[in-house]
Nanobody
Framework: VQLVESGGGSVQVGGSLRLSCLVI????????IAWFRQVPGKEREGVAA???????TYADSVKGRFSVSNAYAERTLYLQMDDLRPEDTAMYYC??????????????????WGQGTQVTVS
């Protein structure tokens, strides 16, 4: 599959953004779809994931502030981000894994990635 993220930008502390991830291609084998983020010099961090088995998972750092949802008809995964903080500044990536569903916020099992969209909070 091909993944195309959009919706990033610059926002003030406490503001909101909604990221979108358009999935192009065969989604039949998609076990999990997730959002990750990365800042230069740090490891990629799982933010939120939706899996066929296992439901929705959030990183502790975003619980209560971020919400992930999907719209199958639109083939789109959304990440609503509220009460943004400077530490949320990162490149945000959408990713898909086609096998397994355990540890959904670990990046290694994901085999398709988007190009990323930058989020800057200041």
């Amino acid at each position: 599959v091909q993944l195309v993220e959009s919706g990033g930008g610059s926002v003030q502390v406490g503001g909101s953004l909604r990221l979108s991830c358009l999935v192009i291609g065969n989604i039949a084998n998609m076990n999990c779809i997730a959002w990750f983020r990365q800042v230069p010099g740090k490891e990629r961090e799982g933010v939120a994931a939706i899996c066929r088995l296992g439901g929705t998972t959030y990183a502790d750092s975003v619980k209560g502030r971020f919400s992930v949802s999907n719209a199958y008809a639109e083939r789109t995964l959304y990440l609503q981000m509220d009460d943004l903080r400077p530490e949320d500044t990162a490149m945000y990536y959408c990713a898909v894994r086609t096998s397994g569903w355990t540890r959904p916020l670990v990046p290694e099992p994901y085999n398709s990635w988007g190009q990323g969209t930058q989020v800057t909070v200041s």
